[in-house]
C-alpha cells in the first residue's frame, strides 16, 4: 500500500517542526528533572570547590570591561562575584586527548574526565542568567554524555550544531574527523537572548538559483539565518600561518564561529564568559564587538598571551567577513538570469 501522508498532526512547524523543535525541546526539560539518569563519571565524587587565591583579576580593561582571571574553572566560577548574572557562556574545554597544556593533565581516567566535565558545566550553570545561553565545544567522545548531563539539569537544548573542517589529521583505518560539535543550550528558550538577524548568510536559492522569489520577499531579501553545520571560508581549523594564528596555543577556534555565537546569543554590553580562555578568542571577538567579558584560564602563561590578543592585537578577519553564501554548488546560470546578463552586456 502507497505511503499516506499524515495531513492531522498537531505538531507545530510541521514535520520538519522548524519553529515547534525549539517548544517541544522545552516541554523534554522538564520532564528530564525527574529521570533517574546514570553516567559513568557520577562514580567519582564531585569535586569541593576551594576558594581560589585571589578572585581579583590578573588583566582587567575598561569600555568594554574585560578581565582575566587565572585558577581552575571549577573554582573560580563557584566564587564568581557576577555568578548568576552571565548572558553567554562559550566553553572549549580540554577533550583529553593528551594535549601538553601547560600543568594540566589532559589524560585523566574517562570517568575522573567524566566528573571534571559535570564539575564545571554544573558551574557554568549557576553562572548563567536566567535568559543565559550555554554553548559547548565538543567532539564526539563526549558529546553525548554532555548533551544529557545538561538534559538532567534541565536545560534546553536549542541547537546541536556542527562545525566542519575539511582540514582534518589524516588517517587510514576510519573516516578522517572533520567535525566538532557545537551545543547549545539555554535556562530558557522564551527568554533567551536570540538575534537572528545579526547572522544572515546569503540563502542558497539566492546564491545558486538567483531565485526572484527570495528578493521579492518583505525582509531578509536573499538571507536566511545559517543552517546548523558551519563551515566555508575563514572557518578552518587554525594552524601554521593562518593570519589569526596565535603560537603556542592548541585548538584554537576560528573568530567567525565566535561571531556567530556572540552575535546570536548576546547584545551589546552584555557579559559573556569562557572558562577555558586558551588563547583568548572569546575576550577579543566580545571585545571587538562591545560586550563585556570574562575569561578563565589555567595557565598564567595562557593568560598573559591572550591579554596580549585581547588588548594589542584584537579581532583580526571583522572586516573580511561579510554575510557570506555556505552553497557547495556554482550558481547556475539560468535561461532568465543569462538572458538579462546578455541583454546587459
Ligand atoms: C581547548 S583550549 C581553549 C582554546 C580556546 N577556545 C581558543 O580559541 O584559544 C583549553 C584551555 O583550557 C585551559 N584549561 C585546562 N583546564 C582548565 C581548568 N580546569 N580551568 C581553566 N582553564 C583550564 C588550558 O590551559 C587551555 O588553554
Redo the contacts with the bound molecule.
Keep these: 500500500m502507497a505511503e499516506r501522508k499524515n495531513t492531522e498532526f498537531n505538531r507545530p512547524g510541521g514535520y520538519a517542526m522548524p519553529t515547534g523543535a525549539t517548544a517541544l525541546q522545552a516541554r523534554d526539560a522538564k520532564s528530564y528533572l525527574d529521570a533517574d539518569i546514570r553516567l559513568f563519571g557520577d562514580a567519582v565524587d564531585a569535586h569541593t570547590p576551594k576558594k581560589p587565591r585571589s578572585l581579583k583579576p590578573k588583566h582587567e580593561t575598561k569600555n568594554p570591561h574585560t578581565q582575566v582571571i587565572i ?4 573554582d573560580v566560577l563557584a566564587h564568581l562575584p557576577s555568578k548568576g548574572d552571565v548572558d553567554l557562556i562559550f566553553a ?4 583529553n586527548w593528551d594535549v601538553p ?2 600543568n ?1 593533565d589532559d589524560g585523566m581516567a574517562r570517568r575522573e574526565y567524566e566528573r ?1 566535565t559535570f564539575d ?1 558545566l554544573d558551574g557554568c550553570i549557576d553562572a548563567l542568567a536566567p535568559h543565559g545561553s550555554l554553548w559547548v ?1 565538543i567532539p564526539d567522545d563526549t558529546a553525548a554524555e554532555i548533551v544529557v548531563h545538561l538534559k538532567r539539569r534541565g536545560l534546553t537544548m536549542i541547537n546541536w550544531c556542527v562545525w566542519h573542517f575539511r582540514f582534518g589529521q589524516n588517517r587510514s583505518s576510519s573516516f578522517i574527523m572533520s567535525k566538532v560539535h557545537a551545543l547549545y543550550f539555554c535556562k530558557n528558550s522564551a527568554t533567551r537572548i536570540w538575534n537572528g538577524d545579526d547572522i544572515l548568510e546569503l540563502s542558497d536559492r539566492a546564491a545558486i538559483y538567483s531565485d526572484p522569489r527570495t528578493m521579492a520577499k518583505d525582509t531578509n531579501k536573499g538571507m536566511r539565518v545559517p543552517m546548523d553545520v558551519w563551515y566555508g571560508k575563514y572557518w578552518g581549523r587554525i594552524q601554521g600561518n593562518n593570519k589569526e594564528r ?1 603560537h603556542q ?5 576560528p573568530e567567525v564561529y565566535l561571531e556567530r555565537v556572540i552575535k546570536a546569543c548576546s547584545n551589546e554590553g552584555d557579559l559573556v564568559l ?9 575576550c577579543t571577538v566580545a571585545r571587538a564587538l562591545k560586550r563585556r567579558s570574562i575569561g ?4 598564567a602563561v ?1 593568560a598573559k598571551s ?1 591579554w596580549e590578543r585581547i588588548t594589542k592585537v584584537g579581532m583580526i578577519q571583522r572586516d573580511s567577513t561579510g554575510p557570506q553564501s555556505s552553497a557547495i554548488f556554482e550558481p547556475r546560470r539560468t535561461k532568465r538570469t543569462a538572458l538579462a546578463t546578455d541583454q546587459d552586456a
Design positions: 585558577g581552575d574553572c571549577r572549549d574545554p580540554p577533550f597544556y601547560e594540566w571534571f564545571w565545544n596565535r596555543h592548541h585548538n584554537q577556534i569562557d572558562p577555558f580562555l586558551g588563547s583568548g578568542t572569546t578563565i584560564e589555567y595557565s595562557n591572550a
